[in-house]
C-alpha cells in the first residue's frame, strides 16, 4: 500500500477536541475522521471544509456535515503544515456563537505562550 502525500497535518491540543469527539456517534466520528484525512492529503482545502473565521487573527474552522448535522472544530495553523485542533461543536443555528470563537482563540493564545 502506498503512503499518502501529506500537506498538512493535525494534532491535537491537550483534550479540548477529544472530549467532544468521544461522545459523538460512530457515525459522526467516521466523518470528522474523514474530514480530516483530506484536509491533510489535499494540496488545496475548499471553505466546505476548511475556512478562515472573518475578523480572528488566523483562527479556522474544520467544517464537518453528517446528514442534517453540522458540526464545527475550531483550528489554528503552527509552522504551516500544523494544524492544532481547538474546541469544536454542534452548530445548531446559522451564525458561529462568540462564546465558541472566544473559547477557541483562548486556546489558541495558550497554546502559543505554552511554547515559548
Given at each position: 500500500?502506498?503512503?499518502?502525500?501529506?500537506?498538512?497535518?493535525?494534532?491535537?491540543y491537550?483534550?479540548?477536541?477529544?472530549?467532544?469527539?468521544?461522545?459523538?456517534?460512530?457515525?459522526?466520528?467516521?466523518?470528522?475522521?474523514?474530514?480530516?484525512?483530506?484536509?491533510?492529503?489535499?494540496?488545496?482545502?475548499?471553505?466546505?471544509?476548511?475556512?478562515h473565521?472573518?475578523?480572528?487573527?488566523?483562527?479556522?474552522?474544520?467544517?464537518?456535515?453528517?446528514?442534517?448535522?453540522?458540526?464545527?472544530?475550531?483550528?489554528?495553523?503552527?509552522?504551516?503544515?500544523?494544524?492544532?485542533?481547538?474546541?469544536a461543536?454542534?452548530?445548531?443555528?446559522?451564525?458561529?456563537?462568540?462564546?465558541?470563537?472566544?473559547?477557541?482563540?483562548?486556546?489558541?493564545?495558550?497554546?502559543?505562550?505554552?511554547?515559548?
Amino acid at each position: 500500500m502506498s503512503k499518502k502525500l501529506k500537506h498538512r497535518n493535525i494534532i491535537f491540543y491537550k483534550n479540548y477536541f477529544s472530549e467532544f469527539f468521544i461522545t459523538q456517534t460512530d457515525k459522526v466520528k467516521n466523518k470528522i475522521i474523514w474530514t480530516f484525512e483530506l484536509i491533510e492529503e489535499i494540496p488545496r482545502v475548499p471553505e466546505t471544509y476548511l475556512k478562515h473565521i472573518e475578523n480572528t487573527d488566523g483562527l479556522y474552522e474544520i467544517r464537518v456535515q453528517s446528514g442534517k448535522n453540522i458540526y464545527r472544530i475550531f483550528c489554528f495553523f503552527d509552522k504551516g503544515k500544523l494544524i492544532v485542533l481547538a474546541n469544536a461543536f454542534y452548530k445548531k443555528t446559522q451564525k458561529t456563537p462568540k462564546k465558541e470563537i472566544k473559547k477557541a482563540l483562548k486556546i489558541k493564545e495558550e497554546y502559543y505562550n505554552e511554547k515559548k
